[in-house]
């Protein structure tokens, strides 16, 4: 742990009666200057717990604390020290991108000047200047995304809650909210990040916490994680027809098969010929290959292997 704990959560339960799902147990911290990974897919409890974090929804047991402060008991001092950036951010839509950051970064408690001063920073970093006069009803989704993360930071929080920042964002901002979320870390600011972009999660995270149907599964570094599947080989075959992939499991050395949209993901020993295998036994289901791949183990490798689950449905 980087220095002293910021978010500190025990055993925190929220589930909701019309569906069951929620967390349950959940303990987690996260230390000054870190960035954290919470992965699972949907229904694995990562927004309910990033919403009773911001004190939105009060836990049905459990304590968390933000820089000492008690999350159940003095919600005002938490949320002073939170940002939060939703993956659906919601907006005054008649207002205009300026408009909408200066009224969270006033709400906060920051100064007029103060206010003005990182906006223009931040709008100039983000390339929304041009559009930080215009109505956000004509902001795309990702300039929406870049908007709330502009409302998130602004008036510098101790803890960054991040529901998959990244989606809907294209590939020159993902690289400036990647460096974005790095500077902040190194001064100081601890970071939960929510997301199944794997890539972006071992490239950001110092750990990663999986989900797993509203508990915790896993903790660990990615290289941690990625490492516990030394020996396994990852293939990934695009179909352009969807398969009973029965044959595809049979085959010598295969561990696991589960599909992923229209990607079928097999982990297999790493073995002479098994590729070759493999392929063979996608043909005998009567499946149509548009695309293979060998790639090397991902932290969503890791969580198929211990829960038989995709972190996807879908690509």
Do not use: W
């Amino acid at each position: 742990m980087k220095n002293h704990v910021t978010l500190e959560a025990s055993n925190i339960t929220r589930r909701y009666k019309s569906s069951g799902r929620g967390v349950t147990g959940v303990s987690l911290a996260v230390g000054r200057s870190e960035i954290v990974g919470l992965v699972g897919p949907n229904g694995s409890g990562k927004s309910t717990l990033l919403r009773v974090l911001s004190t939105a929804i009060e836990p049905d047991s459990g304590t968390f604390r933000v820089g000492g402060a008690d999350g159940v008991k003095e919600k005002r001092k938490v949320r002073a020290r939170l940002g939060l950036m939703l993956d659906r951010p919601t907006h005054y839509d008649d207002l205009s991108g300026r408009a909408n950051a200066y009224l969270f970064a006033r709400s906060y408690g920051m100064d007029e000047e103060k206010a003005d001063r990182a906006l223009a920073e931040l709008f100039d970093y983000f390339d929304l200047t041009p559009y930080a006069d215009d109505r956000v009803k004509t902001y795309s989704y990702g300039m929406g995304k870049k908007l709330a993360l502009i409302e998130a930071i602004a008036h510098g929080p101790e803890l960054l809650l991040l529901d998959e920042p990244s989606l809907g964002l294209d590939y020159t901002s993902q690289l400036a909210y990647q460096r974005k979320v790095r500077q902040l870390a190194a001064e100081g600011v601890a970071v939960l990040l929510a997301s199944n972009q794997v890539d972006e999660v071992e490239t950001l995270c110092d750990r990663v916490v999986f989900l797993h149907r509203g508990r915790v599964l896993s903790v660990g570094t990615p290289e941690e994680l990625v490492s516990s599947l030394e020996g396994v080989k990852r293939i990934v075959a695009t179909l352009r027809n969807p398969v009973d992939y029965g044959p595809v499991a049979n085959v010598a050395g295969v561990e696991r098969v589960a599909p992923e949209g229209r990607d079928l993901v097999v982990h297999c020993e790493d073995r002479p010929n098994v590729v070759a295998d493999v392929v063979a036994g996608i043909v005998a289901a009567g499946g149509e290959i548009a695309d293979l791949a060998v790639r090397r183990p991902s932290l969503a490798d890791v969580y198929l292997e211990l829960t038989g689950e995709a972190l996807r449905d879908e690509d």
